[in-house]
């Protein structure tokens, strides 16, 4: 009896012993799990990736008209990337403009131009990024009468003579000078009108005629006092300043990137060939020299040898900078 009263409190213990045992093994190991959550981990720096934005163009207009200047816009142009354009066999380069973080391009329409659809291509560091029609429409140009005062029959320009002047002297001279392509740019601003007052008289594109002699009127006549200021309508190089016959005392500045613009039936030069000018400088007075029957200044526009209507070009190019 007292064996088995011994043997029964010997096993009791152990019982007791591995109750004790398995508690402190429990609590250790929830000390354990607990730790390892609260050690703290091993980090890894990431750099962040830095958000690639598309590139994107957008036009001012798919549907153009002959004299019209298209705008084109690419924003998002990556650094060291190169975006160009072609239009009917014409290369389109784009530049940057101050305060602008895009990049334009301005497609002259020539107002003689054959009306159709043409393929506008855009092209990002040589790859073909997209292609648009452009659809050219034909613009009713007015017709009107070639007026010879008397005065003009005195210095010998008829409609006849004035014809031939301009094919063979006149226009061969300005024709030779705004067909070379300048890829150096000279201005990084909007363009702005050559007066201070505008007043159409002489509307881009008319159709002048006379016994079977036709000129076309490839720019704009503002009417002015004799002798008013004449403002460049951008930076550029002043590449031609002389007296021609039909044209006057004229004065032909380059913008760069084949934009010129020329200044006719001047009165008085305020610069001289070969004079880098800024925006906005007086480069001349208005007067009446050549074929002119008063006082006014003749301004045409060339865009990449395209004559274009010069205030739609000032004008439309400086609207879109505004909503840019």
């Known amino acids: 009896m007292k064996r088995?009263?011994?043997?029964?409190?010997?096993?009791?213990?152990?019982?007791?012993?591995?109750?004790?045992?398995?508690?402190?093994?429990?609590?250790?190991?929830?000390?354990?799990?607990?730790?390892?959550?609260?050690?703290?981990?091993?980090?890894?720096?990431?750099?962040?990736?830095?958000?690639?934005?598309?590139?994107?163009?957008?036009?001012?207009?798919?549907?153009?008209?002959?004299?019209?200047?298209?705008?084109?816009?690419?924003?998002?142009?990556?650094?060291?990337?190169?975006?160009?354009?072609?239009?009917?066999?014409?290369?389109?380069?784009?530049?940057?403009?101050?305060?602008?973080?895009?990049?334009?391009?301005?497609?002259?329409?020539?107002?003689?131009?054959?009306?159709?659809?043409?393929?506008?291509?855009?092209?990002?560091?040589?790859?073909?990024?997209?292609?648009?029609?452009?659809?050219?429409?034909?613009?009713?140009?007015?017709?009107?009468?070639?007026?010879?005062?008397?005065?003009?029959?005195?210095?010998?320009?008829?409609?006849?003579?004035?014809?031939?002047?301009?094919?063979?002297?006149?226009?061969?001279?300005?024709?030779?000078?705004?067909?070379?392509y300048n890829p150096e740019i000279y201005f990084n601003k909007s363009f702005v009108y050559p007066l201070d007052e505008l007043i159409n008289v002489g509307a881009f594109g008319n159709i002048r005629k006379d016994n079977g002699i036709t000129i076309q009127h490839l720019g704009v006549d503002l009417d002015a006092e004799q002798g008013t200021p004449i403002y460049a309508i951008n930076d550029g190089q002043v590449v031609f300043a002389g007296e021609l016959t039909v044209y006057g005392k004229t004065i032909i500045i380059d913008h760069g990137l084949g934009i010129y613009s020329l200044y006719l039936h001047l009165s008085e030069f305020k610069a001289s060939k070969g004079l880098m000018v800024e925006r906005g400088e007086i480069i001349g007075l208005t007067g009446n020299t050549g074929w002119s029957t008063g006082p006014h200044l003749h301004l045409s526009v060339k865009a990449n040898k395209a004559s274009v209507d010069p205030l739609k070009f000032i004008e439309g190019f400086d609207i879109i900078l505004k909503e840019e």
Do not use: C, H, W
């Open 4 to 180: 088995i009263l011994i043997l029964s409190i010997f096993l009791f213990s152990l019982i007791l012993l591995g109750i004790v045992y398995s508690t402190r093994f429990y609590s250790f190991e929830k000390e354990t799990e607990d730790l390892s959550s609260e050690m703290p981990l091993e980090t890894t720096t990431t750099t962040k990736e830095e958000t690639v934005l598309e590139t994107k163009i957008s036009f001012s207009a798919l549907e153009v008209y002959q004299g019209d200047t298209l705008v084109i816009v690419a924003e998002n142009v990556p650094d060291q990337a190169v975006v160009r354009g072609e239009f009917d066999s014409q290369d389109l380069e784009f530049f940057s403009i101050e305060g602008k973080d895009k990049l334009f391009s301005l497609l002259g329409i020539d107002a003689k131009k054959s009306p159709g659809e043409y393929i506008l291509s855009i092209f990002l560091s040589g790859e073909l990024m997209l292609e648009e029609i452009i659809e050219v429409k034909k613009s009713d140009f007015y017709i009107t009468q070639i007026v010879i005062t008397p005065e003009l029959e005195e210095k010998g320009l008829t409609a006849d003579n004035i014809s031939k002047n301009i094919s063979t002297n006149d226009g061969v001279i300005v024709y030779e000078i705004v067909n070379k």
